[in-house]
């Protein structure tokens, strides 16, 4: 059982997996490099718990230790107690939900593995890998992890991202995600829009959410139904690269009213997703 330490100096090298989690730029360097990501919240912490991941330490405000005794006893890794401005003046903002984990990371795994691991089925099904996310250069920690939400509840089995794309283990996309991006397999791309051979090779057809002469609506692609289909979503801003489009099967538009062009990525995900959901065999 590991016994809670108490920490009253905000300086205390024991704290630095915590120290300025609100610098953006600092912790995308350094979290992938160090191996570590932040959980926060007692749902969070406990869903990258339950998906395997081995927790390096805690920061908890004393309240916290009741309720997190089992994650605790489980973890063995070291519990430290500090007050709430403690934890403010460690971490740079008001951690309100009074409970951190630093998590040690997994290595990401290939592409091919991801298109065979589904990770859904129940008793006696052979569960297959039929329905593919696949975001280009999203670099908004929440727009990413909305969408790895989406993906987790409207069933997506995987998640592929491009080599700028944001990393959906920095804290705000956790904590955005409700920890889905510990569900749904996901890696990155190495090779893009080169990769989109390997989708294709493996059976499915790609399809580009985007506005261009040639898009069909997302109602037409919805009723092709097909076996494996692989969906593009590119940042809000300049949208998807001319290379991703020139290489994609079909492009496809959300049909929209009142003169609105587009929505955010993540709520045209969640309207994607829902529609080309897999109907029951």
């Known amino acids: 059982?590991?016994?809670?330490?108490t920490v009253d100096d905000p300086e205390d090298p024991r704290l630095r997996d915590y120290t300025g989690l609100t610098d953006?730029?600092?912790r995308r360097r350094r979290e992938p490099a160090e191996g570590l990501f932040i959980a926060?919240?007692?749902k969070v912490i406990r869903r990258a718990e339950q998906a395997g991941y081995a927790m390096r330490s805690m920061l908890l405000s004393a309240k916290w230790v009741g309720p997190l005794r089992d994650v605790i006893d489980a973890a063995s890794a070291p519990v430290y107690v500090v007050d709430?401005?403690?934890a403010e003046r460690v971490t740079g903002y008001h951690v309100h939900r009074g409970a951190l984990a630093s998590m040690a990371r997994k290595p990401l795994p290939p592409v091919d593995e991801v298109l065979r691991t589904a990770w859904r089925g129940g008793a006696g099904e052979e569960p297959a890998v039929r329905r593919v996310a696949l975001f280009e250069d999203i670099v908004d920690h929440a727009n990413l992890g909305a969408a790895f939400r989406n993906a987790a509840?409207?069933?997506?089995?995987a998640v592929l991202l491009s080599p700028r794309c944001a990393d959906p283990f920095y804290r705000r996309s956790?904590?955005?995600s409700m920890g889905a991006v510990f569900q749904v397999p996901w890696t990155r791309l190495e090779s893009w829009?080169?990769?989109?051979?390997?989708?294709?090779?493996a059976g499915f057809t790609v399809a580009a959410l985007c506005l261009s002469d040639r898009a069909i609506t997302l109602d037409e692609l919805a009723a092709r139904d097909d076996e494996r289909l692989a969906l593009v979503f590119g940042t809000e801003g300049a949208g998807l690269t001319p290379g991703i489009l020139d290489a994609a099967d079909a492009h496809v538009r959300i049909p929209m009213d009142a003169g609105v062009d587009s929505l955010n990525v993540a709520a045209a995900s969640a309207v994607a997703f829902y529609a080309t959901r897999p109907r029951p065999s």
């Open 1 to 5: 059982m590991a016994e809670p330490i």
């Open 24 to 26: 953006v730029e600092l």
């Open 40 to 42: 926060e919240g007692e």
């Open 84 to 86: 709430p401005e403690l």
């Open 153 to 157: 509840a409207l069933g997506v089995d």
């Open 174 to 176: 956790v904590k955005v």
């Open 193 to 201: 829009p080169g990769e989109v051979a390997t989708l294709r090779a």
